[in-house]
C-alpha cells in the first residue's frame, strides 16, 4: 500500500522577486484496494501486492491480460488454445468448479466466467479504483479438455492509474507562508500524508501539513500550508514522498 515511485510533470514555472513554486503534477503507485465481494467500511485498506514479473506461460495459454500497467476500465483475460469446458451454455458444476481455480487479489466486486469454452474473463461490477494494484492468480491443476495441465500456479500483477496532484495555487507566491489548497484524485488516506508532503528547492526543504477531509465531497481538494516560512526568492517543487495511500469509498 505504499508508493513505488514518484514522477513529475512540470505544468508551469516562472521567476518573480518574490518565493515563486514550480508547481508539478506528481505520480505515486500505491496498491491499495477493496477486498471480498462487499465494499468494506471505508478506512480499510488492503495489504500492499508486492509487483511480480510478467511470468512464464505454457503455450497453451495462449493470453493473459493485462499485465504491468493498466486503465480503469481494463478487463482481465485469459485465453486458451483448447477449450476448458465442453460448453458454457448449461449449469454443469465442472465449469463452477474450474472457475474457482482463477483469483484476483484485492478482489474487486465482480466474479470470473467464461466468455466462450477458451476465454476466461473477470467481469468487474464497477471501474477498478485508482492507484491499485491487483495480483491474479490461477491455480496448480487447471486442466483443459485436451489433457494439458498447469503443474504450478501462474501469477501475475497490473496496477491502474496513479495517484494524481495538482493545486490552484498561482505560480508567483508573496507570502512566505502560503496556505493554499491542493487537489487529488483518487481521495487520500489521511493518516498516511503526514511528512510525506513538501515544498523542496535545491537548498530548502519545508515539510507540509494537509488537512484532509474525511467527508466524500471535500476530500478531493484539501487545505495545505508550510511548517515554517519559504525562503524569499526561491523556486520551490511540490513533492509527494514513497506512502502516500488512497481511501476509498463505500459505493
Request: net charge neutral.
Amino acid at each position: 500500500m505504499e508508493a513505488r515511485d514518484v514522477l513529475r510533470f512540470v505544468i508551469y514555472r516562472r521567476w518573480f522577486s518574490a518565493t515563486s513554486l514550480a508547481l508539478l503534477l506528481i505520480t505515486s503507485r500505491p496498491e491499495i484496494a477493496r477486498s471480498g465481494d462487499m465494499p468494506p467500511p471505508p478506512d480499510v485498506l488492503a495489504p500492499a501486492v508486492v509487483a511480480l514479473p510478467p511470468p512464464h506461460i505454457p503455450e497453451w495459454i495462449k493470453e493473459i491480460s493485462p499485465v504491468g500497467g493498466a486503465a480503469n476500465s481494463v478487463q482481465v483475460r485469459i485465453g486458451f488454445s483448447d477449450p476448458l469446458v465442453a460448453n458454457v451454455w448449461n449449469d454443469d458444476p465442472s465449469r463452477a468448479a474450474v472457475l474457482r481455480m482463477f483469483h484476483i487479489y484485492p478482489q474487486p466486486q465482480g466474479h470470473f466466467r467464461f466468455v466462450t469454452p477458451r476465454l476466461v474473463t473477470f467481469e468487474s461490477f464497477t471501474a477498478l479504483p485508482d492507484a491499485t494494484r491487483y495480483r491474479v492468480t490461477i491455480d496448480a491443476g487447471l486442466r483443459d479438455q485436451t489433457g494439458h495441465v498447469l503443474s504450478m500456479p501462474l501469477a501475475w500483477t497490473f496496477e491502474t492509474s496513479p495517484v494524481r496532484f495538482g493545486t490552484h495555487l498561482g505560480p508567483e507566491v508573496r507570502d512566505l507562508t502560503p496556505a493554499f489548497y491542493v487537489h487529488h484524485a483518487p481521495y487520500l488516506d489521511p493518516s498516511s500524508v503526514a511528512g510525506r508532503l513538501s515544498l523542496t528547492s535545491a537548498g530548502d526543504r519545508v515539510p507540509l501539513t494537509m488537512s484532509v477531509s474525511d467527508r466524500r465531497w471535500e476530500a478531493a481538494d484539501s487545505w495545505t500550508n508550510p511548517q515554517r516560512p519559504l525562503l524569499p526568492g526561491t523556486t520551490y517543487t511540490f513533492v509527494a514522498s514513497p506512502g502516500v495511500r488512497t481511501k476509498l469509498w463505500e459505493q
